[in-house]
């Protein structure tokens, strides 16, 4: 008899056991939701907060290119008088501009010629922020570079 009360015991035990889990279980029920909720709008916030970031940093990059192949493209029209390299310049600046910038309300272009030196400044305005980006480039004569960099390898060989 011993035995059986102990077998009816242990059985009762487990039959306890699992009353007690399910009511955990029922308890806690719909936390998964709720945790889940709050970490996907959590993560749905961050991944648009890296991509505004990427956009932003796209267009500063966009601009600071397009500054750069104005000046270069100005700096290249070395026989020609300043208004014609101004509009190489502009020429330049719009053809990266065109396609490549994002969400931006204005640019702003100033192009100066100065003596032998072309400088492109620019101005780009989104919303709050404003980006600003100066290229600068010295218009080199070809034709005079190439014969000073053949004197210098003459004098380099001399000396050997």
């Given at each position: 008899?011993?035995?059986e009360?102990?077998?009816?015991?242990?059985?009762?035990?487990?039959k306890?056991?699992?009353?007690?889990?399910?009511?955990?279980?029922?308890?806690?029920?719909?936390?998964?939701?709720?945790?889940?909720?709050?970490?996907i709008s959590f993560?749905?916030?961050?991944?648009?907060?890296?991509?505004?970031?990427?956009?932003?940093?796209?267009?500063r990059?966009?601009?600071?290119?397009?500054?750069?192949?104005?000046?270069?493209r100005?700096?290249?029209?070395?026989?020609?008088?300043?208004?014609?390299?101004?509009?190489?310049?502009d020429?330049g600046?719009?053809?990266?501009?065109?396609?490549?910038?994002?969400?931006?309300?204005t640019?702003?272009?100033?192009?100066t010629?100065?003596?032998?030196?072309?400088?492109?400044?620019?101005?780009?305005?989104?919303?709050?922020?404003?980006f600003?980006?100066e290229?600068?480039?010295?218009?080199?004569?070809?034709?005079?570079?190439?014969?000073?960099?053949?004197?210098?390898?003459?004098?380099?060989k001399?000396?050997?």
């Amino acid at each position: 008899m011993y035995k059986e009360d102990k077998k009816s015991n242990r059985k009762e035990d487990t039959k306890k056991m699992k009353d007690r889990m399910k009511k955990r279980i029922k308890d806690n029920r719909g936390s998964f939701t709720i945790e889940a909720a709050v970490i996907i709008s959590f993560l749905v916030i961050v991944v648009n907060m890296i991509l505004v970031l990427a956009f932003f940093l796209y267009s500063r990059c966009s601009l600071e290119r397009a500054a750069a192949m104005g000046a270069l493209r100005g700096s290249q029209a070395v026989w020609e008088d300043n208004t014609l390299r101004c509009r190489k310049a502009d020429e330049g600046v719009e053809e990266i501009l065109a396609n490549n910038l994002l969400g931006t309300d204005t640019v702003e272009k100033e192009i100066t010629v100065k003596g032998n030196q072309i400088s492109v400044a620019l101005d780009m305005h989104i919303r709050q922020w404003n980006f600003h980006t100066e290229a600068k480039k010295k218009c080199i004569n070809p034709v005079l570079f190439i014969r000073n960099c053949r004197k210098l390898e003459g004098l380099g060989k001399e000396r050997k």
